[in-house]
């Protein structure tokens, strides 16, 4: 029997505990993770996972792990700026078990399959979806036969081998339920702020979006719109209520492509009176809804959305290809807080076209909307966007140091067009201070928490955010 060891980084949240959002950053579990996890038990092999964002110590817990199940497999999982964390982790295992077989998936593993393998003790680079792969990989199918990985030739190290791509999955209620008993799920505590009710699980309902955001990846799960059952759903969200979880965050891609499902998603959570709080992370375009549908979320008991806008500047938004308007968001942001939802904006400053002007277009811009809370992030180009490639083949890309691709505590990996890094970390500060520290914003928020017993809640967020 294979032992399936899978690893999340010890940055996988703590990456932000120095930006503008850190009073929202708490350890938050996986889907990935249990997802999987699930796969490999599916197979009769064994599987744990060390979610090393809850560890002091994640060396020292890597060490035990590695003692104690012996793993034939470790799994590692990162994004672009966690990539040399994952370096420093597969270094120091194979340090001490060099016959234990490393193998990597997520957003950069997909992206950089050769430099991932060129550049670490990593053994098998999986490109894409992994549900399957990582089945057929503990299954120990010849690498040659299995679809959307590469690895080392045998006899020559420095080659490179990369077998055909693996289409993505199309039936997902096909997937095994998320092996969400091999966590700890009291660990996955959230500020008041991000939740209502502890532990918080996270869900996926459907994968891929259809739109092309230039500053989007879609590596992985592509843009093609794929998605679970009405049944599987709200079979997943009563799963999550027996083992225990307080609350659930969809973590879709595209929640409202399909709207005929998304509201029967509402009606049959409704309809089989499971009382638990919800809310939708992502997922949510403000030109794919309509007022009966933020109906029956309220009504189903989800309480907060939130919503992309990035920018206040329509000619920003069609530079980016959002294929949505300001128009659209004042009206989607209207018929959000009459259903009597919170409501969560992001905001992008530096994007293509950017300058002063457009910049304090999106701060008023984000004022006007009058949300619950509003993130802004400087933009980073992650490798293979758009506007990556783009900006790479005019010069404007400086470094390809991935730890440094970090959206909320960005450093100078590029240069903008228009506007200098002075400039950029200015307006990003401005957008934080005149959209909380107003007169309006905090009256409102002094209300609400007096009524909701939050208030000590809050004034240590603010705290933490401004100070």
Not at 75 to 86: I, M, Q, R, V
Not at 388 to 394: A, F, N, V
Not at 429 to 448: A, N
């Amino acid at each position: 029997m294979k032992r399936v060891l899978i690893i999340n980084m010890p940055s996988a949240i703590n990456i932000y505990s120095q930006s503008k959002i850190k009073a929202a950053v708490a350890p938050r579990p996986f889907l990935s993770l249990v997802a999987l996890a699930a796969s490999v038990l599916e197979t009769g092999n064994d599987a744990k996972i060390l979610d090393l964002q809850l560890s002091k110590d994640p060396f020292k817990e890597i060490r035990n792990s590695l003692v104690d199940y012996r793993p034939t497999i470790i799994g590692l999982s990162f994004t672009t700026p966690l990539y040399p964390e994952a370096k420093k982790i597969a270094q120091f295992i194979k340090e001490s078990y060099p016959e234990v077989k490393i193998i990597s998936g997520g957003v950069h593993t997909s992206i950089m399959p050769e430099q991932v393998l060129n550049e670490t003790d990593i053994d098998i680079a999986v490109i894409g979806e992994g549900d399957i792969t990582i089945k057929e990989i503990v299954q120990d199918l010849p690498l040659t036969s299995i679809k959307g990985i590469a690895f080392r030739d045998k006899k020559d190290k420095t080659k490179i081998i990369k077998t055909p791509p693996r289409p993505l999955v199309q039936d997902l209620d096909s997937l095994p339920m998320p092996a969400w008993h091999l966590l700890s799920i009291k660990s996955y505590k959230n500020p008041r702020m991000m939740a209502r009710k502890n532990p918080v699980a996270t869900i996926e309902t459907s994968r891929g979006c259809v739109f092309g955001c230039t500053y989007c990846n879609k590596s992985v799960f592509g843009r093609t719109f794929r998605f679970k059952s009405v049944k599987r759903v709200v079979d997943e969200f009563e799963h999550l209520k027996k083992l225990g979880f307080g609350e659930i965050h969809v973590w879709d891609d595209m929640f409202s492509t399909n709207m005929p499902r998304a509201k029967a998603i509402c009606d049959e959570i409704i309809n089989r009176k499971i009382k638990i709080p919800w809310q939708l992370d992502c997922g949510v375009r403000v030109n794919c809804v309509d007022q009966e549908f933020f109906y029956k979320l309220k009504k189903a008991g989800c309480y907060k959305v939130a919503f992309g806008y990035e920018s206040g500047n329509n000619q920003v938004l069609k530079n980016v290809h959002k294929e949505a308007t300001i128009e659209q968001a004042f009206e989607a942001t209207k018929m959000a807080k009459k259903a009597k939802l919170e409501v969560v904006g992001f905001f992008m400053l530096g994007l293509p076209g950017e300058t002063v002007e457009t910049m304090n277009d999106t701060i008023n811009y984000a004022i006007k909307l009058d949300i619950d809370y509003a993130k802004a992030t400087i933009l980073v180009p992650y490798p293979s966007t758009e506007i990556y490639c783009e900006w790479k083949q005019q010069g404007h890309i400086k470094s390809e140091d991935w730890g440094r691709y970090n959206d909320h505590s960005p450093s100078k990996v590029y240069d903008h067009p228009a506007l200098d890094w002075e400039t950029l970390g200015k307006y990003y500060d401005l957008f934080y201070k005149k959209f909380y520290i107003r007169p309006r914003y905090i009256s409102k928020k002094l209300v609400k928490d007096t009524l909701n017993g939050t208030l000590l809640y809050d004034a240590y967020y603010a705290i933490k955010t401004f100070i």
